[in-house]
């Protein structure tokens, strides 16, 4: 059986895909899962310090993350294409390959305002969303 792969898309891979990179690979590993996980942009922004710092509550280091465009994935035998916000399904090119695409659109922390810790609780409301879809993602995909 070919080897599973899923591939995390968004905007600029710099926040929500980072942070469900990051949580696939927690939950995988968990459950004993053999999956290839990969994160990807149709841009590329550069990997959000905020991201970092609320995943490394939850003990989940993204600091040697790259923000790597979409395009570098095309013919890298993706299985299952998970888009995390609309603009990315709108600017997804088409892959070779036959794949599973499911899209769940999270609000982009980076467009919050405010005091510090107000921009600090939306990373960490949306990483939280994250979360939840990401443990459920595991359990019900592999």
Same mark, same amino acid.
């Given at each position: 059986?070919?080897?599973?792969?899923?591939?995390?898309?968004?905007?600029?891979?710099?926040?929500?895909?980072?942070?469900?990179?990051?949580?696939?690979?927690?939950?995988?590993?968990?459950?004993?899962?053999?999956?290839?996980?990969?994160?990807?942009? @149709? !841009?590329?922004?550069? &990997?959000? =310090?905020?991201? #970092?710092?609320?995943?490394?509550?939850?003990?989940? %280091?993204?600091? +040697?993350?790259?923000?790597?465009?979409?395009?570098?994935?095309?013919?890298?035998?993706?299985?299952?294409?998970?888009?995390?916000?609309?603009?990315? @399904? !709108?600017?997804?090119? &088409?892959? =070779?390959?036959? #794949?599973?695409?499911?899209?769940?659109?999270?609000? %982009?922390?980076? +467009?919050?305002?405010?005091?510090?810790?107000?921009?600090?609780?939306?990373?960490?409301?949306?990483?939280?969303?994250?979360?939840?879809?990401?443990?459920?993602?595991?359990?019900?995909?592999?």
């Amino acid at each position: 059986m070919k080897k599973q792969k899923i591939l995390v898309l968004c905007t600029g891979n710099s926040c929500r895909s980072q942070m469900a990179d990051g949580f696939l690979k927690h939950y995988a590993t968990a459950e004993g899962k053999d999956v290839g996980i990969y994160s990807a942009g @149709v !841009e590329t922004h550069g &990997v959000n =310090p905020l991201a #970092i710092k609320v995943m490394l509550e939850k003990e989940i %280091d993204l600091s +040697n993350h790259t923000s790597d465009l979409v395009d570098d994935y095309l013919n890298s035998g993706i299985t299952h294409l998970i888009s995390v916000c609309n603009h990315a @399904v !709108e600017a997804c090119p &088409v892959f =070779p390959e036959t #794949i599973d695409h499911t899209h769940h659109a999270f609000n %982009d922390p980076a +467009n919050a305002s405010g005091a510090e810790e107000e921009i600090l609780n939306s990373f960490r409301k949306i990483r939280d969303e994250i979360d939840s879809f990401c443990s459920n993602y595991i359990k019900e995909t592999f």
